[in-house]
């Protein structure tokens, strides 16, 4: 697992120009998968392009450069006050971001082991965040681990994890 740097985040859900809405990640730039890059004035042409290309799942934002990178991957995250990045909305249940192989860490998090990523989902309704990791081949234990957090510590490249985030209907 990639080490990241630690860091609070607050999610903020912000309507697009697009039939999708964008999730902002202020503070944060998220490291891989770099697949186009182009100047813009408004964070919000970030989000309406990565909802636009098939390739896109996230993106940040240089505030400093005024310059949007988009991204088919994430490896890991760093805290950065010049940056502020996104996700693009992905999940069946909703507006929210569906994440494979990728593991969100945060504050005050509640971890139980669960047989199955269904049952974390249902666990974490009122955390709105989650992971869940399958359980590990080489040991006997039926349970893989699942992670319920309100805020947003770290993002990393865990094979087999899956996160979702799910920001509040309102």
């Known amino acids: 697992m990639i080490a990241t740097t630690v860091f609070g985040l607050m999610m903020m859900h912000v309507g697009a120009a697009s039939i999708q809405s964008c999730l902002f990640l202020p503070n944060v730039m998220l490291n891989g998968g770099t697949v186009d890059e182009f100047q813009t004035d408004d964070i919000t042409q970030c989000c309406v392009q990565c909802s636009s290309s098939s390739c896109c799942i ?10 949007c990178y988009l ?3 994430i490896g890991f995250s760093t805290e950065d ?7 693009k909305p992905n999940s069946r249940y909703g507006k929210g971001v569906t994440l494979k ?3 969100i860490l945060g504050d ?3 971890r139980v082991e669960l047989r199955s990523e269904e049952e974390c989902r249902q666990y974490c309704t009122a955390y709105q965040v989650f992971s869940w990791g399958p359980p590990n081949h080489d040991q006997m234990i039926r349970s893989g681990e699942c992670v319920c957090t309100m805020r947003i510590k770290s993002l990393s ?3 087999g994890c899956t996160s979702e985030i799910n920001p509040a209907q309102g």
């Open 58 to 67: 996230a993106y940040t934002y240089d505030t400093v450069k005024k310059r």
């Open 81 to 87: 006050f010049s940056k502020t990045s996104g996700l």
């Open 71 to 73: 991204k088919n991957a």
């Open 108 to 110: 005050q998090t509640n």
């Open 157 to 159: 490249y865990e094979y």
């Open 101 to 103: 192989n990728v593991k």
